[in-house]
C-alpha cells in the first residue's frame, strides 16, 4: 500500500518510521527538506520534492502538522496536496486539529471523491517511538476499516469517538486536561515548597493518595524534579490544543472557567517561554511566581 506523509516533527517522524516497512510503500515531504532526507537515509523511503509528489501516487495520505491552518496550507497552497491527490484516496489527519476546520476540509476532499478521517494521538513522543499511541479518530467506520493497516502500525488503543471532527474535539479537551493537572500540581507543590515540606516527600504521599495524576507520577519526577526539562510536545502546540477546546466550549455555550483560566495562563507562558519551550516548562513560571524551585 503506497502512503504519502507530510510532516516530520517530534511525533511525526516516529510514526512514520512504523511505515517504512512492508506491506507499506513510504513517500515523505517535511518542509525543512533536510529532515527528509535524514529521514530517508535512516529508513525505507522516498523523498518527495513537494507535498503534491509525496501524494500523487499514495492510496493513503497522513498529515502531522502543528494546526488545522497548517493542514489547510499544505492542502491549497503551491504544488500543495491538492493539486495530485488521488480520486479513491483517504487522507488520515494526524494532528491534533480543530473540529470545524476538518469538517470543512472533509467536506472539500469529498467533493473530490477523497475521503478523510481525523486522527489525532496521545501517548508522547515515546508512545510514538514504540507503536503504542492511542488514536482517536472521527470519521466514517467504512472508511476507517480500509485505512485500519496502517493506523494499527503505529497505534495501540484506536478508539471511534464520532463523525469527522470527534477526534480533534477529544483530543483538545484530552490535553486540557493535561494542561489543568500540570498547572494544579505546581501550584500545589510551590505552596509545599513554602510552607517547607520536600517535594519528594510531598510526591511520595500525593501519588499513593488521591490526589495523584500522571503529571504527579511521571511529568514532575521525571522532568522537573531532575531539572532535566527535556523537549518533547511544545508548550505552544498545548496552548494551541487549549484554546481548540475553550473555543468548542464557547460554541456549545458551556461553562468552563477552569480551562478558559488555564488557557490564559498557557497563553502567557508561551508569550514569556517562546516556541520551542516544552509543555512542563510552564511548572517554571509557577515556580518564579512563587520564589521556590520544585526539586
Ligand atoms: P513539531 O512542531 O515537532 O513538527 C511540526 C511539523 O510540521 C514539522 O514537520 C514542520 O516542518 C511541519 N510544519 C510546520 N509548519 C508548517 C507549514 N506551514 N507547512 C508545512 N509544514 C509545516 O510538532 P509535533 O510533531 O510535536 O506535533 C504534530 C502534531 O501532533 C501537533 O498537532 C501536536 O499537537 C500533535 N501531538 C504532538 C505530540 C508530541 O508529544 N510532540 C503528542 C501528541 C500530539 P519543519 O520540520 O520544517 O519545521
Do not use: Y
Not at 535512516?42 to 501516487?57: E, I, L, S
Not at 477552569?258 to 511548572?283: C, P, Q, S
Request: hydrophobic share 45%; proline share 4%.
Amino acid at each position: 500500500m503506497k502512503i504519502g506523509f507530510i510532516g516530520l516533527g517530534d511525533i511525526g517522524e516516529p510514526i512514520a518510521s512504523h511505515l517504512a516497512k512492508e506491506p507499506f510503500e513510504l513517500t515523505v515531504w517535511n518542509r525543512t527538506s533536510s529532515k527528509a532526507d535524514e529521514f530517508a537515509r535512516n529508513h525505507q523511503a522516498r523523498v518527495a520534492a513537494t507535498p503534491a509528489d509525496a501524494v500523487r501516487d499514495a492510496a493513503v495520505v497522513i498529515t502531522c502538522l502543528p494546526s488545522s491552518a497548517e493542514v489547510e496550507a499544505v492542502l491549497h497552497g503551491d504544488n500543495g496536496i491538492l493539486e495530485a491527490i488521488r480520486k479513491g484516496s483517504v487522507l488520515i489527519d494526524c494532528t491534533s486539529g480543530d473540529p470545524p476546520t476538518s469538517r470543512s476540509i472533509a467536506a472539500e476532499l469529498g467533493g473530490r471523491g477523497v475521503e478523510f478521517i481525523d486522527a489525532p494521538v496521545s501517548g508522547g513522543t515515546a508512545g510514538a517511538k514504540s507503536g503504542t499511541l492511542t488514536v482517536m479518530w472521527g470519521g466514517d467506520t467504512t472508511v476507517f476499516e480500509r485505512v485500519r493497516p496502517v493506523i494499527e502500525a503505529f497505534g495501540k488503543k484506536i478508539v471511534h469517538a464520532g463523525p469527522v471532527g470527534s477526534g480533534d474535539a477529544l483530543k483538545a479537551v484530552n490535553n486540557a486536561l493535561l494542561a489543568v493537572h500540570i498547572l494544579s500540581a505546581a501550584e500545589g507543590l510551590a505552596i509545599l515548597a513554602k510552607a517547607g515540606v520536600d517535594p519528594k516527600v510531598a510526591l511520595d504521599v500525593i501519588n499513593a493518595s488521591s490526589g495523584r495524576s500522571n503529571t504527579s507520577e511521571n511529568l514532575i519526577p521525571q522532568r522537573v524534579i531532575t531539572r532535566a526539562f527535556p523537549r518533547t510536545f511544545r508548550l505552544a502546540l498545548l496552548e494551541k490544543d487549549i484554546g481548540i477546546a475553550s473555543v468548542l466550549s464557547e460554541d456549545l455555550g458551556a461553562k468552563t472557567p477552569l480551562i478558559a483560566l488555564t488557557a490564559e495562563r498557557f497563553h502567557e507562558a508561551r508569550e514569556k517561554l517562546g516556541e520551542r519551550a516544552d509543555h512542563v516548562e510552564v511548572v517554571k513560571i509557577v515556580e518564579e511566581e512563587n520564589g521556590v524551585e520544585i526539586k
